[in-house]
Structure formats: C-alpha cells, structure tokens
C-alpha cells in the first residue's frame, strides 16, 4: 500500500508542473480565445486586420484592411517612427462611423478599410523608406475585443498599394495621390 501511495504522489509531482507548462493534454487553453472551438471562429489580430504603409515627399499613410465583421477604433491609433531624425505630426484621421460600445459607449470605428496619414517631420527630405511602428486596437461583431497591437511596417516611397487606390470618399483622411 505504502509504494502504491508513494508511486501516485511521485506521479501527482510529476504531472501538476508538466500540466501547468501545457506540456500535458488536459483540455484546450482557456487563455487563448483561438483554442476554444466555440471562439475558435475568431481570427488573429494580423489576419483581422492587414496594413500597408507608403509615404511621398510630405506624408506616410497608413491603410488597414479589416476582415468582414471586424472593426478598428479610431481612438486607439498611434504612429511612432523608428528612423533617427524622422518623426510625424498629428495623425490625420476620417471620421469614421459612430457606435455605441457595451463597454466603451459612443465610439468612432471603421469597417471594410481605413487609411489615415501623418505629415512627416525630417531633417532632410529623402525619399528612402520609413520605418515606423503603428499602434492600433479593434474587435470582431461576434464579442472579441483585440488588446490593443503594435506592428511594424516599412513606408516605400511612391503610390498606395492597389487595394487603396479606389476607396469609399468616408474612409480617407488627407487621402494619398492617386486616390479616389
């Protein structure tokens, strides 16, 4: 009795780390909403939400693509550079569309694509492409609120990616060249 006893305690210690670690299968991650099956249906924040980023002599924009059924905040976007002797003015952003948040109440957001610019404060006016880092926060229809993301991305000098060349006239502020 006592070596079964000792053989179940021996084993408890083994397996109470390793199932902690997540190294043993004892059910699905309750803190990752993209394990659960139910929630499972929500996608990651990178796929939700694909943005490009251009620049010309003046401007870096930035244009977000948002899967159908998910929305980005228009409060929660920041644009820092990460090239020495550049940084940007204050974010030019559309309106957006109103919405009444259960947790945040009235807030500006955008479906389908957004595009938004900063003017571009640098020593000199190359045309080399900009580092910068974008910040920004969206849910899905569904219930899931993103914590707020932050990715990198390089602004290429010259026109906007194709997929921002022709857009709705209430998804742009200080829109690109070439757009609309």
């Keep these: 009795?006592?070596?079964?006893?000792?053989?179940?305690?021996?084993?408890?210690?083994?397996?109470?780390?390793?199932?902690?670690?997540?190294?043993?299968?004892?059910?699905?991650?309750k803190s990752n909403p993209f394990s659960d099956p139910v929630q499972g249906r929500f996608l990651p924040a990178k796929e939700a939400f694909r943005a490009s980023a251009w620049r010309d002599d003046e401007r870096v924009?930035?244009?977000?693509?948002?899967?159908?059924?998910?929305?980005l905040h228009r409060h929660q976007f920041a644009l820092d550079s990460r090239d020495p002797g550049v940084s940007f003015a204050e974010l030019a952003?559309?309106?957006?569309?109103?919405?009444?948040?259960?947790?945040l109440g009235e807030i500006h957001v955008f479906y389908d694509r957004v595009v938004f610019s900063a003017p571009i404060e640098a020593s000199d006016a190359a045309t080399e492409?900009?580092?910068?880092?974008?910040?920004?926060?969206?849910?899905?229809?569904?219930?899931?609120?993103?914590?707020?993301?932050?990715?990198?991305?390089?602004?290429?000098?010259?026109?906007?990616?194709?997929a921002f060349t022709t857009?709705?006239?209430?998804?742009?502020?200080?829109?690109?060249?070439?757009?609309?």
């Excluded at 924009?61 to 929305?71: K, L, P, R």
């Excluded at 569904?142 to 000098?157: K, V």
């Excluded at 006239?169 to 690109?176: E, F, I, R, Y």
């Design 129 to 162: 492409p900009l580092t910068i880092t974008v910040t920004f926060q969206g849910c899905s229809d569904q219930g899931l609120c993103y914590p707020p993301e932050q990715i990198e991305l390089e602004a290429l000098y010259g026109s906007p990616p194709a």
């Design 1 to 29: 009795m006592k070596t079964a006893f000792a053989f179940l305690l021996v084993l408890l210690f083994i397996a109470t780390p390793v199932s902690a670690r997540g190294e043993f299968p004892v059910g699905r991650d």
């Design 93 to 103: 952003l559309p309106p957006g569309e109103l919405m009444v948040h259960a947790s």
């Design 167 to 180: 857009s709705p006239s209430h998804d742009t502020a200080d829109g690109p060249k070439g757009a609309l």
């Design 61 to 71: 924009y930035v244009g977000f693509i948002n899967a159908e059924d998910y929305y």
